[in-house]
């Protein structure tokens, strides 16, 4: 399988369909246990990358990052957001990132966040990169708990997302 492959060759940049993703209000309700099939309206992605003039669609590959955390009490909300902002400027310049989404805190102090990369090596480059090593540091002081998750994220001929652990295991989370 090939990575994001085809795209270009369609004159679509990546970006551009995965622009249109849409949050599901469960993911914005309940963050850490939403299954990601009922995260975004991914449905609006594969069309697009259907429309497109990209007719393989169903045969490209895109490593996605899911980022599951409670905020701690008292985390000190703009230092996390002012690093989130510079880590996420910084991947947006190392190439590779596609689209980045974080959301909103629910009254439980829970939230979701992900990014989906053109390929692996995009997003490993990116984590060796100051302003994500300053970013992650934050993590142990901001959060009770945070969970990563990392999937190749493909979808069907019917344009159904497909989402696979990177060890192998199919995830239906």
């Given at each position: 399988?090939?990575?994001?492959?085809?795209?270009?060759?369609?004159?679509?940049?990546?970006?551009?369909?995965?622009?249109?993703?849409?949050?599901?209000?469960?993911?914005?309700?309940?963050?850490?246990?939403?299954?990601?099939?009922?995260?975004?309206?991914?449905?609006?992605?594969?069309?697009?990358?259907?429309?497109?003039?990209?007719?393989?669609?169903?045969?490209?590959?895109?490593?996605?990052v899911?980022?599951?955390?409670?905020?701690?009490?008292?985390?000190?909300?703009?230092?996390?957001?002012?690093?989130?902002?510079?880590?996420?400027?910084?991947?947006?310049?190392?190439?590779?990132l596609?689209?980045?989404?974080?959301?909103?805190?629910?009254?439980?102090?829970?939230?979701?966040?992900?990014?989906?990369?053109?390929?692996?090596?995009?997003?490993?480059?990116?984590?060796?990169?100051?302003?994500?090593?300053?970013?992650?540091?934050?993590?142990?002081?901001?959060?009770?708990?945070?969970?990563?998750e990392?999937?190749?994220?493909?979808?069907?001929?019917?344009?159904?997302?497909?989402?696979?652990?990177?060890?192998?295991?199919?995830?239906?989370?």
């Open positions: 399988m090939v990575e994001s492959m085809g795209l270009e060759a369609a004159h679509e940049k990546p970006e551009e369909a995965f622009s249109v993703m849409e949050p599901s209000q469960e993911v914005s309700s309940n963050p850490l246990d939403t299954p990601l099939v009922e995260c975004f309206e991914w449905r609006l992605v594969s069309n697009r990358l259907m429309t497109r003039g990209c007719e393989a669609a169903q045969d490209m590959r895109f490593y996605m899911v980022f599951r955390s409670k905020r701690r009490e008292g985390a000190d909300s703009k230092a996390l957001y002012a690093a989130d902002a510079n880590a996420h400027e910084e991947a947006k310049h190392s190439g590779g596609l689209m980045y989404w974080y959301g909103s805190l629910n009254e439980r102090r829970e939230c979701f966040a992900t990014c989906i990369w053109k390929s692996r090596e995009d997003a490993l480059r990116a984590t060796k990169l100051p302003k994500h090593i300053e970013a992650a540091m934050l993590a142990s002081q901001m959060y009770e708990f945070y969970r990563l990392k999937y190749w994220l493909t979808f069907s001929i019917d344009g159904e997302p497909r989402f696979e652990d990177v060890n192998g295991i199919i995830a239906h989370i």
